[in-house]
């Protein structure tokens, strides 16, 4: 019988290897001289250090900005915090910067029968969001990009 507490799934061994956060220790590593001998350990940094771990998302994902952001995060307040204030932005660019295939590929797995909904792929989504990209300006907040 299950007990809370207990331990319901494991990776493998090149699962955690493939994993975008083993990649990303491993860029922290390189590029910011940090080592994380866990999860935990890194968990705790984004935690103490919240500034430098949000920046360092930002650069891990090469953030493509027309403006760069003056500051990652104004005040540590709840509601009310303001993030990367003075960035500009395009989000569609940067979603599609990151287009690594054209290939279909689930979002979501099954669960006892019900449909899989299927993500419909980097060319399909492109010519869906594109044309409406460069016809939306939806003003945004100072310090919310």
Do not use: C
Not at 59 to 83: H, T
Not at 100 to 106: G, S
């Amino acid at each position: 019988m299950m007990q809370e507490g207990d331990l319901l799934w494991q990776p493998d061994a090149q699962t955690i290897e493939d994993a975008n956060l083993t990649h990303y220790m491993r860029w922290l590593q390189a590029t910011r001289g940090l080592s994380f001998d866990s999860y935990a350990t890194l968990w705790q940094w984004s935690v103490d250090e919240l500034e430098e771990f949000w920046a360092s998302v930002w650069d891990y994902f090469a953030i493509k900005a027309s403006q760069p952001y003056e500051s990652v995060l104004v005040k540590r307040i709840m509601p009310g915090a303001q993030w990367f204030v003075g960035a500009r932005l395009n989000y569609a660019e940067n979603i599609f910067a990151k287009q690594t295939t054209t290939a279909t590929r689930p979002l979501a797995p099954s669960w006892k029968g019900e449909a899989l909904w299927v993500w419909p792929g980097w060319t399909e989504t492109k010519v869906e969001v594109l044309p409406a990209a460069g016809s939306v300006s939806v003003p945004m907040p100072a310090g919310s990009a």
